[in-house]
């Protein structure tokens, strides 16, 4: 990564960009085009990926899933003197998107409809819109040259943990390969963000034992056990919110828990003998999840001793689900210089959501998140980006193009 140099480019004013100016809606288009629901494959995507990048004269590395059904790509511009590995940075997104069943589109979601000044189609938000500009930007990137090598990583399974970038970071950390700094493209509005919460994620299982509802004494019910853990977890959360600590420079200032699912019984006549139910913390850098989850364990133990009083064979047992961990690049970063000189402000935010942007950070990569589109569009039925963000985000490449070329 070079460091910004001031420029005196003249941008067209953001509010009149309309879809015929953006130079990478024919890439958004092809992309948006391929189903990759995270449950399915990706590999017609990296595929088509991997041609075009052969086509403009640029190798892919794949690194896939056990099964093979599903790859990252990363691909790598080298610099003038033909460094290919030592600094310069990478553009991350994922691939995957999440599902469509059950929401009411008013037009195809695996094909971008252009309407009122927005891009509307599965994955134009979260997070597709940013590695079709990156991707369209290839050719200016190889006409203007390379002080450093430039890295483009595509992974899948991000939205069911993180899974693929796992991967792919080890095969890049196992090359040799080193970049000075990594900009994932979740959408953040095109602000440069810092820092992200970490998240945990466990199952609850709680085993009753089942009686005719009329003999409620004689059985153990699963249910209302599961909804007094579920009571409890709601009280963290009111506490996190009224007396933990904050950070105001998160969207939400405080740690948040939340149940997600439950499961439980099969008949209202019944006293249920199952119940299950998913819950997650996301916690800023000084709370302690496993604190969180040692207190809810604790707190679900205490019911324990009256089960077995009705029946020996009765438990309460806990999953962990997942975990994601937080990051936080230091203001003053060389990467965040970078950010703010391609997007032109100098505002650093933080972000509640999770992304593959930790993983980059655990591996000594330092990272920012910076995309074209808000969260609060993404995952949603008609989901839309406005041609006014990607065209800021393409702006935002232009400006690269200067920087890691000088
Ligand atoms: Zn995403």
Redesign the pocket.
Known sequence: MNAPATHAQVERPADVARAEDLVSLELIRTLVGFDTTSRDSNLALIEWVRRHLTGLGIESTLTFDDDGRKANLFATLPARDGNATHGGIVLSG?TDVVPVDGQPWDTNPFEVAVKDGRLYGRGVT??KSFSAVGLSFIPAFLRRGLAKPLHFALSYD??VGCIGVRRLIADIVARGIAPAGCIVG?PTGMETVVAHKGKKGWRCRVRGFEAHSSLTPLGVNAVQIACEIVAYIARRAREFRDAGRQDGAYDVPYTTVHVGVIHGGTALNIVPRDCTFDFEIRHLPFDDPDAFFADVRAFAATFVPAMHAVNPDTWIEFDHLSTLPGFDTQDGSQITSLAHACNGTHDVGKVSFGTEAALFHGAAIPTVICGPGHIAQ?HQPNEWVTIDQVAKCEAFMRRLVEHVGA
């Open positions: 994922h979260d997070m991000e939205e979740e993404a």
